[in-house]
């Protein structure tokens, strides 16, 4: 089989040295991915194109996915190459390919040719057309919006027959531009944000801030290799885990309310750059977008970009979350997504909007940043290849109903305090305990330990998760309680 890679645009307009290196890191890259099923590939590097042959036909299906997901190809075509130096030659070989298409059905023939022949692409069209025309039975030839249009390109005495085109990634080839670091969260924002980075040629390692637990974390890992398998695994990436329990309980025990998600932010921030600086990474990826939520507002963000002189970036500043949600479908990362319950935007109630940045540093003076330190400290750092091991996590169960008078069973509300406020939870002759999510690991250990704790919130999800962690800190008395 082969195939015929054409180049993103704006590959094309580089100059004569910048272009040739960028063809080269894709053609590296091209056999980075496609190894695996080949070995032996050949792939061919000429001005405008790439080509790649193969031998191993029972792999065409596995090649062209994969080709479809290599930034830096514009589309490709899957062809058969003949030489030829008549016009007769090429309608034989256009019949042998074509001609059982064609029976009953309109059609056209384009040509696309290069280099010197006696015959014009105009001249292939009309002869190939009226040759098929004559010999296949055929519904006649039909210029505009026909049934098949039989696809050539030649090149010099190379005929290629086109079976098929496909569209590709675009974008730069990886490694053609600097290495980023993506905050990643495992929602819709930040998969997106790190793809489109992926797509314009950067490596993209990734940082993870643990807020709730393993459960947290094995979903985020999930969804971060998919993303590094199906579009960056021609470059090795690091995965960086950073625990930020501690942070958060030491921001909820310091910080005034309204003013908690903002310096969260600003304490990611510089644990990001701290991580990035280790790996000699110069800028921070975020799917931050503009008004989303209360932390994102322009004057929030300024307070929040000033804790460090990295650049931070954010692709889907302007975004509208419809638009971020329909890519995370497209590129394969909502279904992860949507099982992702939100954490940074909960620990604040009446968060504010236009943070003054006086206060916020007056606010962070009582915070003790050697938390923060010990935090960074304990940062675990992966190749991501170990991410396609899942690891086990516990199993936890789920009940629907409470029976009356059960004395050793107690319904945890878990969700954030605005949630519980504006409806709280009434289970009549049981026994209710409000402690939110980021308080539970830190509290839990104060409770009866000869009681069943059933922990609660609207979807169940991050009950879950809590009740997962909680186990495999070794309180086996914990269930999920999902009416």
Not at 222 to 227: A, D, G
Not at 312 to 334: E, F, H, Y
Not at 429 to 435: A, D, H, L, T, Y
């Amino acid at each position: 089989m082969k195939f015929i890679i054409k180049l993103h645009p704006e590959i094309t307009i580089k100059s004569r040295s910048v272009r040739q290196r960028m063809c080269k890191l894709l053609q590296g890259n091209i056999r980075n991915v496609v190894k695996h099923l080949d070995e032996n590939v050949k792939i061919r590097s000429e001005w405008d194109k790439l080509i790649v042959r193969s031998q191993l036909d029972e792999h065409r299906q596995a090649m062209i996915d994969i080709l479809a997901c290599v930034p830096g190809i514009q589309s490709f075509l899957e062809v058969q190459e003949h030489t030829v130096t008549t016009l007769d030659e090429i309608l034989t070989h256009a019949e042998l390919a074509f001609g059982s298409l064609l029976e009953g059905k309109t059609f056209c023939v384009r040509a696309k040719r290069r280099g010197q022949q006696v015959f014009s692409s105009l001249d292939v069209e009309r002869y190939v057309g009226g040759g098929l025309n004559q010999r296949c039975n055929t519904a006649g030839v039909k210029l505009k919006n026909p049934d098949i249009q039989v696809n050539l390109e030649l090149e010099g005495e190379r005929l290629y027959l086109v079976n098929q085109q496909y569209a590709g990634l675009g974008g730069y080839p990886i490694a053609t531009q600097e290495s980023v670091l993506s905050l990643i969260s495992g929602g819709y924002d930040s998969g997106v944000s790190s793809y489109q980075f992926i797509k314009r040629g950067s490596r993209v390692h990734y940082c993870f801030f643990n807020l709730g637990g393993p459960e947290h974390e094995a979903g985020v890992r999930e969804v971060t290799y998919y993303l590094w398998k199906k579009y960056g695994s021609s470059h090795r990436v690091k995965f960086i885990s950073v625990p930020f329990e501690d942070v958060v309980g030491e921001i909820l025990e310091k910080v005034e309310n309204g003013y908690m998600g903002v310096i969260l932010k600003r304490m990611m921030m510089r644990a990001g750059a701290a991580v990035a600086e280790k790996l000699a990474i110069n800028a921070l990826v975020t799917g931050e977008a503009m008004g989303q939520v209360s932390s994102q507002t322009v004057t929030n963000l300024n307070v929040i970009d000033r804790v460090t002189d990295m650049l931070i970036m954010r692709p889907l500043v302007a975004s509208d979350k419809q638009d971020i949600i329909n890519i995370a479908r497209q590129i394969g990362t909502a279904s992860y997504a949507e099982k992702m319950p939100e954490y940074c935007g909960v620990i604040s109630n009446s968060p504010t909007i236009k943070a003054k940045l006086g206060r916020v540093t007056e606010a962070e003076s009582h915070f003790d940043f050697s938390v923060l330190e010990n935090a960074i400290e304990a940062a675990f750092v992966e190749d991501i290849r170990a991410l396609e091991h899942k690891r086990v996590l516990p199993e936890v169960e789920f009940t629907a109903s409470v029976g009356d008078g059960e004395p050793n069973e107690v319904i945890l509300d878990i969700r954030p305090p605005e949630e519980e406020e504006a409806a709280p939870l009434s289970v009549v002759g049981r026994e209710i305990k409000v402690i939110p999510f980021f308080k539970l690991s830190s509290q839990f250990s104060e409770l009866d330990a000869s009681k069943t704790y059933l922990l609660y919130c609207d979807r169940g999800v991050m009950s879950r998760l809590q009740a997962i962690h909680l186990k495999e800190q070794g309180f086996d008395n914990v269930k999920v309680y999902k009416p």
